[in-house]
């Protein structure tokens, strides 16, 4: 299965007066209708709708279409009817400037501070008034479906391309990983073997006395804990291990990005317990740049569906 960015991209169009099979039931005038679907991150799906008061009677219809085909992100639906005529601007009749002159001053009345209507305003209602009311529900559902399919397309491309992104930082870290563990039984040894010569030293100062057998195996016994302490072989092979899940997670597909972004975390944790353990110079580089490896990969985790 294919890996689904959360967020694209899509729109689409009627022709004029809608599809040609009921051109005749249509209003004389043309009119088109457009529908744009946007959608970005969420930890949820979030719908959003905003349709013209001819449409509101379809949100239903375009919920279940959305929710039949979406998991996750916030996804916002914007449809519009616009007329297409090129017969240029129109003079209101007589009749409706008279109608709106009363209307307007019957709402002065009631709200002496609201503002009178501009030219633009009453033009931009006269052609609302002669503008087609035709039912656009079958087109709208069409269309709808339509976007939905290109905004998909769009979607499984931007999830193509973290997929590709997301298995270029796994290799990386397992590089990474590859790099810190031959350091580990030497850094273990070494601190060891640093631990039991200061306490060889702590013990010369005082005055040549013969060190106890049971100081020595105290000695022995606090390097070894330290040395337990500051050995990050466990913390590598569970970082090896959510790095084989991300990559079975990304490579099968569908809805990962829940599961993605947990592991994501424990990576987090793996790469910060590495870095405060760290007692060489060299392990602490690997530790930082696993570090920004896996805040880039939490970045990109959040897109995916």
Same mark, same amino acid.
């Given at each position: 299965?294919?890996?689904?960015?959360?967020?694209?991209?899509?729109?689409?169009?009627?022709?004029?007066?809608?599809? &040609? !099979?009921?051109? =005749?039931?249509?209003? $004389?005038?043309?009119? /088109?209708?457009? %529908? *744009?679907? +946007?959608?970005?991150?969420?930890?949820?799906?979030?719908?959003?709708?905003?349709?013209?008061?001819?449409?509101?009677?379809?949100? &239903? !219809?375009?919920? =279940?279409?959305?929710? $039949?085909?979406?998991? /996750?992100?916030? %996804? *916002?639906? +914007?449809?519009?009817?616009?007329?297409?005529?090129?017969?240029?601007?129109?003079?209101?009749?007589?009749?409706?400037?008279?109608?709106?002159?009363?209307?307007?001053?019957?709402?002065?009345?009631?709200?002496?501070?609201?503002? *009178?209507?501009?030219?633009?305003?009453?033009?931009?209602?006269?052609?609302?008034?002669?503008?087609?009311?035709?039912?656009?529900?079958?087109?709208?559902?069409?269309?709808?479906?339509?976007?939905?399919?290109?905004?998909?397309?769009?979607? *499984?491309?931007?999830?193509?391309?973290?997929?590709?992104?997301?298995?270029?930082?796994?290799?990386?870290?397992?590089?990474?990983?590859?790099?810190?563990?031959?350091?580990?039984?030497?850094?273990?040894?070494?601190?060891?073997?640093?631990?039991?010569?200061?306490?060889?030293?702590?013990?010369?100062?005082?005055?040549?006395?013969?060190?106890?057998?049971?100081?020595?195996?105290?000695?022995?016994?606090?390097?070894?804990?330290?040395?337990?302490?500051?050995?990050?072989?466990?913390?590598?092979?569970?970082?090896?291990?959510?790095?084989?899940?991300?990559?079975?997670?990304?490579?099968?597909?569908?809805?990962?990005?829940?599961?993605?972004?947990?592991?994501?975390?424990?990576?987090?944790?793996?790469?910060?317990?590495?870095?405060?353990?760290?007692?060489?110079?060299?392990?602490?580089?690997?530790?930082?740049?696993?570090?920004?490896?896996?805040?880039?990969?939490?970045?990109?985790?959040?897109?995916?569906?």
């Amino acid at each position: 299965m294919p890996v689904y960015s959360m967020t694209g991209y899509a729109s689409g169009q009627s022709g004029p007066s809608g599809s &040609p !099979a009921d051109a =005749e039931t249509r209003p $004389a005038a043309s009119a /088109r209708l457009g %529908v *744009e679907i +946007r959608s970005v991150n969420s930890r949820f799906l979030d719908l959003t709708f905003k349709l013209p008061e001819e449409l509101r009677q379809h949100e &239903p !219809a375009l919920r =279940e279409l959305l929710t $039949a085909q979406l998991k /996750r992100g916030k %996804v *916002e639906l +914007r449809a519009s009817i616009e007329g297409t005529s090129t017969a240029g601007i129109g003079d209101p009749s007589p009749k409706l400037l008279q109608r709106l002159n009363g209307a307007q001053d019957s709402i002065k009345a009631w709200l002496p501070g609201a503002r *009178e209507l501009s030219v633009a305003e009453v033009l931009r209602l006269a052609a609302g008034d002669s503008a087609p009311r035709g039912d656009f529900g079958a087109d709208l559902v069409e269309v709808a479906e339509k976007a939905l399919k290109a905004l998909l397309s769009a979607r *499984e491309r931007e999830g193509a391309r973290l997929a590709r992104m997301l298995l270029d930082h796994l290799s990386q870290l397992r590089k990474l990983a590859a790099q810190a563990l031959p350091l580990v039984p030497q850094l273990v040894e070494q601190q060891r073997n640093r631990f039991l010569e200061r306490w060889q030293e702590a013990m010369g100062l005082g005055g040549g006395a013969v060190v106890p057998e049971s100081a020595q195996d105290r000695a022995l016994s606090e390097a070894t804990a330290f040395a337990i302490r500051i050995d990050v072989a466990e913390e590598l092979t569970r970082l090896d291990s959510h790095l084989d899940e991300i990559e079975w997670l990304v490579k099968k597909g569908g809805e990962i990005g829940k599961r993605l972004d947990f592991l994501i975390q424990e990576l987090h944790r793996e790469a910060n317990t590495l870095g405060s353990k760290s007692a060489t110079l060299e392990l602490t580089r690997i530790g930082v740049d696993m570090k920004v490896l896996v805040e880039q990969m939490r970045e990109q985790v959040q897109n995916i569906e």
